[in-house]
């Protein structure tokens, strides 16, 4: 049980550790950077969707089950996208303003973020511990560059860097909760993980095209951006074959 907790634990804020980077950048990030850095982190999603997420989603349900849950990942991010053109946060006294693009971004996370937990948790209660280790680090190393680009959407939104590494480690903090609740409800996990991963799959797959890389591109930076995206891939997927 310790290793569960120990384990979902750092797995989640390991998408703190990635955003605890906007805490020390300098005041500004350039275009081609900020582009760069988009393109990159879109690489690594779309390795973790195609090559991590559809292939388990497959292999613990099958075509229909990840059909069904990457159309709906795909329609609620496509409604959220649609009906909340602004979301307001209170903070002790300011409030905070996100915009639908910042909003797709973190529900899109923190959506990716179940399945992701949930694997924890199941992996922990099903296999050797070593297993639920190798999988705990595995999401950790992923989480990170995650929560480095909600961070850094949100200090383009002129949200004080404290805020915006408060609000990305969040993001990942649903992972305990579902980490836990795998490692209980395991009878019932071999029916819901298909549909959770390839619902994270389609929400990722949706962030990617119809964000990440259009805004990637838009500032005259398309073959820098075009070269860090398949680093970025390349990266993930090196990261896949190693765990």
């Known amino acids: 049980m310790s290793e569960v907790i120990i384990g979902s634990v750092l797995s989640a804020l390991s998408t703190g550790l990635g955003a605890l980077v906007i805490l020390f950048m300098s005041e500004s990030v350039t275009h081609r ?14 390795a973790a969707s195609t090559m991590g997420l559809i292939p388990e989603a497959l ?9 069904i ?9 496509t409604l959220l996208e649609k009906n909340i053109p602004h979301i307001d946060l209170q903070h002790s006294k300011s409030g905070i303003e996100f915009d639908e693009k910042a909003m797709l971004i973190i529900s899109a996370i923190t959506l990716h973020n179940i399945p992701e937990g949930l694997s924890v948790g199941v992996s922990y209660a099903s296999s050797a511990g070593e297993t639920g280790n190798l999988i705990a680090f595995a999401i950790g190393l992923q989480n990170a560059p995650e929560g480095f680009l909600v961070a850094l959407f949100l200090v383009n939104q002129k949200i004080s860097r404290w805020k915006a590494f408060i609000i990305a480690t969040l993001t990942g903090a649903i992972e305990i909760v579902t980490g836990l609740l795998g490692y209980y409800l ?15 799959a389609g929400a990722m797959l949706f962030i990617i095209y119809k964000e ?3 805004e990637s591109h838009g500032d005259g930076h ?18 896949i074959d190693i765990f």
């Open 186 to 200: 395991t009878s019932f996990v071999d029916f819901l993980v298909p549909y959770g991963l390839s619902f994270a």
């Open 222 to 239: 398309e073959k820098s951006s075009t070269y860090s995206f398949i680093i970025g891939l390349l990266f993930m997927i090196f990261l």
């Open 69 to 77: 849950g990457i159309f709906l990942g795909v329609l609620v991010l």
């Open 33 to 46: 950077w900020r582009d760069i850095l988009l393109a990159f982190t879109a690489g690594i999603m779309m």
């Open 59 to 67: 292999s613990s349900g099958g075509f229909l089950q990840l059909s």
């Open 212 to 214: 990440l890389i259009p």
